[in-house]
């Protein structure tokens, strides 16, 4: 059964620092892997999703990066921002060939606060 | 496109009463999840559906609980009768399932939160 944890499980940075966010699952036959944003009373939002086959993606401050064989993926937040304060979660797809039908198994989240 | 839209938005009831929590996931998307969120279990899949058939319902916690999804734009999860560790937030998600090589992306809706007195 795949087990996915995120460390830490609250972390609180002055404004400015640049942070990185752990993920490590069990079973590294995964498809891909996403990382979530979640606000207080919101839904989940995607952030940025790795193929298996891919080593780390982008987006603006965002960088996610994926070590397959390890099992670890990592989220690094540049110049971290007050906006930037949520909860973060990754999940990871299963390699289960036609039968998964994008079922994605989560982490417990790392609670992030940036203080001006 | 407005998203995935869930209702209600919070539902207090008291135990034994029947609860319908509502999803209209993304038009055009062909699978549905349904997720409960608690601070000590985190998020867990309950079931999830591809073109309007369940797929896996292991993540139903008991009989108490069942999800319908009679067409492509709605699904409802039923808790009957309800009890108060049921109290949690209920997401519905959605995305677009072409196949075991594409790399598609779950859309949540805004949740339902929960309290059985």
């Known amino acids: 059964k795949q087990e996915v944890t995120q460390i830490p499980a609250a972390l609180s940075v002055p404004e400015g620092e640049n942070l990185v966010l752990n993920c490590s699952f069990t079973?590294?036959?995964?498809?891909?892997l996403q990382w979530f944003r979640q606000d207080p009373g919101k839904g989940l939002t995607s952030l940025l999703l790795i193929q298996s086959s891919q080593r780390e993606q982008t987006s603006g401050r965002l960088n996610a990066s994926l070590d397959k064989s390890s099992g670890r993926s990592t989220l690094y937040i540049a110049a971290s921002q007050p906006g930037d304060s949520a909860t973060y979660l990754c999940?990871?797809?299963?390699?289960?060939?036609?039968?998964?039908?994008?079922?994605?198994?989560f982490g417990q989240g790392t609670i992030l606060t940036v203080h001006p | 496109d407005a998203g995935v839209i869930q209702s209600p938005r919070h539902e207090v009831t008291e135990m034994g009463q029947e609860v319908t929590l509502r999803c209209k996931p993304i038009s055009g998307h062909n699978s549905l999840f349904w997720y409960r969120q608690t601070m000590m279990r985190g998020l867990e899949l309950l079931i999830y559906f591809n073109n309007n058939v369940p797929i896996d319902d292991s993540g139903m916690p008991e009989d108490r609980f069942s999800a319908k999804m009679p067409n492509a734009s709605f699904s409802t999860l039923k808790i009957q009768p309800s009890e108060p560790r049921d109290s949690a937030v209920y997401f519905c998600a959605s995305s677009f399932w072409a196949g075991i090589s594409t790399n598609e992306k779950l859309f949540f809706g805004s949740g339902t939160q929960l309290s059985v007195l």
């Open positions: 999940a990871v797809r299963k390699d289960a060939g036609g039968t998964s039908y994008g079922k994605l198994t």
């Open positions: 079973d590294s036959a995964i498809y891909n």
